[in-house]
T-cell receptor, first 112, second 113 residues
Framework: ETGVTQTPRHLVMGMTNKKSLKCEQH?????MYWYKQSAKKPLELMFV???????ENNSVPSRFSPECPNSSHLFLHLHTLQPEDSALYLC???????????FGPGTRLTVL | AQSVTQLGSHVSVSEGALVLLRCNYS??????LFWYVQYPNQGLQLLLK??????LVKGINGFEAEFKKSETSFHLTKPSAHMSDAAEYFC???????????FGTGTSLTVIP
């Protein structure tokens, strides 16, 4: 138990669907992160929020839209995805921005 | 600028043998260094971290890593591999000012019975 939970654990969606991934941290941290992990590729940092403000956005397509309503919750809204977006999406949190990161179990996303 | 390099994307060892996973970093300032482990279908779990205290860092599951400034290395070791150690291992580096945090590309460890 790392204190970071993600739902759902598995998601299958069509290219025209709209879905959201949820991340919740119970560690009292101030920063939260979204990563994409594809097979045989390095971990890709997508978004970073610190104190509920977005501080980093690494050229992610607009079909991915993050939302951080408070320091404990982070969402990733998905719409009109492509098959190449199929991957494991990992959420992480840290006490402060760029501090030690603690990861959730991930959401395995498959886009048909 | 900082970066981290993990030599060997795949490492195989026999059960009971020494595990050595290599990580080299480049950093303009003394860095913080981390090792994470990822078991199949799970997120990353922190194994250990170096934050400028003792150069030999002990982590969970019998792993340890030694910070060697002269070699810019932070290799992960375990004296005796267990089947349950089979996983993906990631090295990461950040600078104490918190300006950057980078993960390596990962090393997949296979343990042969």
């Amino acid at each position: 138990e790392t204190g970071v939970t993600q739902t759902p654990r598995h998601l299958v969606m069509g290219m025209t669907n709209k879905k959201s991934l949820k991340c919740e941290q119970h560690l009292g941290h101030n920063a939260m992160y979204w990563y994409k992990q594809s097979a045989k590729k390095p971990l890709e940092l997508m978004f970073v929020y610190s104190l509920e403000e977005r501080v980093e956005n690494n050229s992610v397509p607009s079909r991915f839209s993050p939302e951080c309503p408070n320091s404990s919750h982070l969402f990733l809204h998905l719409h009109t995805l492509q098959p190449e977006d199929s991957a494991l999406y990992l959420c992480a949190s840290s006490r402060d921005y760029k501090d030690t990161q603690y990861f959730g179990p991930g959401t395995r996303l498959t886009v048909l | 600028a900082q970066s981290v390099t993990q030599l060997g994307s795949h490492v195989s060892v026999s059960e009971g043998a020494l595990v050595l996973l290599r990580c080299n970093y480049s950093s303009s300032v003394p860095p913080y260094l981390f090792w994470y482990v990822q078991y199949p279908n799970q997120g990353l779990q922190l194994l250990l971290k170096y934050t400028s205290a003792a150069t030999l860092v002990k982590g969970i599951n019998g792993f340890e890593a030694e910070f060697k400034k002269s070699e810019t290395s932070f290799h992960l070791t375990k004296p005796s591999a267990h089947m349950s150690d089979a996983a993906e291992y990631f090295c990461a580096v950040s600078d104490p000012a918190g300006n950057q945090f980078y993960f390596g590309t990962g090393t997949s460890l296979t343990v042969i019975p």
